[in-house]
């Protein structure tokens, strides 16, 4: 089975940074499509950052100039760096990967991030 685990979700204020953190584990070692999602309250779950294939990233909009995804070389791990987080950037994020984009099969658990005005 293959495993992913975030962390590093917390409370900040306007203007704060986090860095979230996700585990891999599990009998598959590489993974094509590695990235972060997240969901507001009443919103769609939607892609925040992403190592879409190889070494092209996706950024949504919102937050292109201000968080920055990376990954080891191992891709047992994958970071989120977020940085001038405002209030609308609270939500669940979820780490993501798969062997595709179009096989995204695996997913954490979530963690929270709250930004507080």
């Known amino acids: 089975q293959v495993q992913l685990v975030e962390s590093g979700g917390g409370l900040v204020h306007t203007g704060g940074s986090l860095r979230l953190s996700c585990v891999v584990s599990?009998?598959?070692?590489?993974?094509?499509?590695m990235g972060w999602y997240r969901q507001a309250p009443g919103q769609e779950r939607e892609l925040v950052a992403a190592f879409v294939s190889g070494a092209n990233i996706k950024y949504a909009d919102a937050v292109a100039d201000r968080f920055t995804i990376s990954r080891d070389r191992t891709k047992k791990m994958l970071y989120l760096q977020m940085n001038g987080l405002k209030p609308e950037d609270t939500a669940v994020y979820y780490c993501n990967a798969g062997l595709n984009w179009r096989a995204r099969n695996y997913w954490g658990q979530g963690t929270q991030v709250t930004v507080s005005s």
């Open positions: 599990g009998s598959i070692s590489s993974f094509d499509f």
